[in-house]
Structure formats: structure tokens, C-alpha cells
């Protein structure tokens, strides 16, 4: 075996050693947490993807997306229930308005129905009378 010179040797024991750092550097990593911009990078990265729909994360998700769904569906009908009582009160506006005139109507026409002048004018063809005598007290002993 030929001898190999120790300087030779010297390198190839510094360059062993280099590569025995960078490993040691890249397997430390491994075990780190990532930054929050690595995080924010491989999330929006799992969203493009589509691998954020993994049966795990789906079925962790699921409490929070039904609650969801369950404010979604309280939401519509909370809307619902706002249009429709809109539309009543509009519709009960018009009846209490259409009431109030009829209530104008009916209360006129009494009133002009229930002057002397008008009794007198409607009980003439009966036969009877408006009383030309005053009325006279009538004293109990």
C-alpha cells in the first residue's frame, strides 16, 4: 500500500469533518420549530394544495365546522324572521290606517245621522212626530 502524505490526510480529515457539521446543522433543524413566515408559507401552501382536506385535519375540524354551519343556519333564519315581521308591520300600517278612515267615515255619518233636524226628517213617514209641547216635570208625593 503506498503511504499517503499526512497533509493529504490533514484534508481529507478537515473536509470529513464539514461535512459532518453540515449534517449535524441540518439534522438540529429538523427537530425546530419553524418560523412563523415558514408557517405562514407551508399554510397558505397546504391551502393551494388542497392537502389541508387530510381525513385528520377534517375530523378535527369537524366540532368548529358544524358550529359554523349551525351559526350559518341561525343566521338565515334570524333574516328570515326580519323580513317577515317587516312585512307584517307593513301590512297592519295599511289595516290601521284603512280602519282609522273608516272610523272617520262611520263616526260623521252618526253624528250626522243623530241631529234633531235628521231624526225628525226620517221619522215623518212612520207617523210619528217631533213634540211641540215642552216636557213638564212630573212631581211624586
Do not use: H, W
Request: glycine share 2%; net charge positive; aromatic share 8%.
Amino acid at each position: 500500500m503506498p503511504e499517503v502524505p499526512k497533509c493529504e490526510l490533514l484534508k481529507k480529515y478537515k473536509m470529513a469533518v464539514k461535512k459532518n457539521r453540515y449534517k449535524t446543522t441540518k439534522q438540529s433543524q429538523v427537530g425546530k420549530k419553524p418560523s412563523s413566515d415558514q408557517q405562514l408559507i407551508k399554510t397558505v401552501q397546504s391551502i393551494f394544495d388542497g392537502s389541508f382536506l387530510t381525513r385528520k385535519t377534517v375530523i378535527s375540524l369537524l366540532p368548529f365546522l358544524l358550529y359554523l354551519t349551525l351559526l350559518a343556519i341561525i343566521y338565515i333564519a334570524n333574516s328570515y324572521e326580519a323580513e317577515r315581521i317587516i312585512i307584517e308591520s307593513d301590512r297592519i300600517k295599511k289595516e290601521l290606517k284603512e280602519l282609522r278612515y273608516e272610523f272617520i267615515t262611520t263616526e260623521t255619518e252618526l253624528t250626522s245621522i243623530s241631529k234633531q233636524s235628521e231624526v225628525a226628517k226620517r221619522l215623518y213617514p212612520t207617523g210619528i212626530k217631533e213634540s211641540t209641547t215642552p216636557p213638564c216635570k212630573i212631581l211624586a208625593d
